[in-house]
């Protein structure tokens, strides 16, 4: 019998909604020839289910105070914190450009959590200014410091996940953004994280388009501003749970699989 094994699949790790249960894959590819038959066998996977349950928790906060919604020009000028709206205008050019930037204090978030969800929700202005046209990051950052101490958007360090934004024609309506899961666990995986600390989204305007809208601020005072939604999971056994081996094999070979036990 010749046995060779070729690949060894990437680790998994996902959170089943349905069941709330934790489980890791592996897969292992091999490749077996039997020299009677000439049958193949080429992939072999093993799966490691833990035996612990998650429970599910949920955080939301708007902005805070007039400083943590703020815009700035595509080439670093023109920050402005005290509009009663918030810009976001694609462009060539980037003196015209407006990316805008939204801080949210006291998030909770511990550091065992899966992030399965996480929106932000924005409020159109008028049905003018209703285009978004962007890509959105969060800040790269333990504790993201407040815009009168570091008055600047595109100094901010941006994480590696984005999702891109774009809505036609929003009218005077909210707005939702798609699924930012993976920036804020990106943010939450980092060493200095500690629930309760403040994360910021960033909003960059993509440079074609010449789409423009406007989002209600905090001081507009009509309650309307940037909210942002955090759905997560916490594994009730993460930290020791009991791992459950369950194996399986693709393809129809007993004999290799009885040598493998």
């Known amino acids: 019998m010749t046995r060779r094994a070729t690949?060894?699949?990437?680790?998994?790790?996902?959170?089943?909604?349905?069941?709330?249960k934790r489980a890791t894959s592996i897969g292992v590819q091999v490749e077996y020839i039997d020299p009677s038959t000439s049958a193949r066998l080429t992939s072999i996977g093993v799966q490691v289910e833990y035996s612990d349950t998650a429970t599910s928790g949920d955080f939301d906060t708007p902005v805070g105070s007039g400083p943590d919604d703020?815009?700035?020009a595509g080439d670093g000028t023109g920050f402005v914190s005290n509009n009663t709206y918030v810009t976001i205008e694609s462009n060539t050019t980037a003196p015209s450009r407006k990316n805008a930037a939204?801080?949210?204090t006291g998030v909770t978030?511990?550091?065992n959590a899966t992030v399965i969800n996480a929106t932000m929700l924005l409020q159109a202005v008028d049905a003018i200014d209703d285009d978004l046209y962007s890509?959105?990051?969060g800040e790269d950052a333990d504790n993201s410091v407040d815009f009168t101490t570091n008055p600047s958007i595109n100094s901010r360090v941006k994480t590696s996940a984005f999702a891109t934004w774009i809505i036609d024609a929003a009218g005077t309506n909210t707005i939702e953004s798609p699924n930012l899961a993976?920036?804020?666990q990106e943010i939450k995986d980092r060493p200095g994280w500690v629930s309760g600390n403040?994360?910021?989204?960033?909003?960059y305007a993509k440079i074609a388009g010449n789409?423009?809208?406007?989002?209600?601020a905090f001081e507009a005072l009509s309650g309307a501003h940037a909210e942002l939604f955090i759905t997560y999971l916490i594994s009730s056994g993460s930290d020791g749970a009991s791992p459950i081996i369950r194996h399986y094999y693709i393809g129809r070979h007993p004999r290799l699989w009885a040598e493998m036990q």
């Open 102 to 104: 939204f801080r949210f």
């Open 7 to 20: 690949n060894i699949g990437t680790e998994v790790e996902y959170v089943d909604t349905n069941n709330q």
């Open 198 to 203: 403040a994360l910021t989204i960033l909003v």
């Open 109 to 111: 978030l511990p550091g």
């Open 182 to 184: 993976e920036i804020v």
């Open 70 to 72: 703020v815009e700035e």
């Open 211 to 216: 789409k423009k809208f406007k989002a209600k």
């Open 135 to 137: 890509d959105v990051y």
